[in-house]
């Protein structure tokens, strides 16, 4: 829904998205996630949003 109010030309963004959908993926594990989402953020990283990053 996002997509749909914020485009600006609706005829590209469906082409690009399905250019990104068929590109070749020669890494299976590569996963494409929406940087605005906190529950992908926390799936992904395993800490919870307002959790910061342990130090290195």
Excluded: N
């Excluded at 990104?20 to 800490?47: K, M, N, Y």
């Amino acid at each position: 829904m996002y997509q749909t109010l914020m485009e600006k030309d609706r005829k590209l963004r469906r082409a690009t998205r399905a250019a990104a959908r068929a590109a070749p993926r020669p890494w299976r594990q590569v996963r494409l996630t929406c940087s605005h989402d906190p529950i992908e953020f926390e799936q992904i990283t395993g800490r919870a949003m307002g959790v910061p990053q342990p130090a290195t």
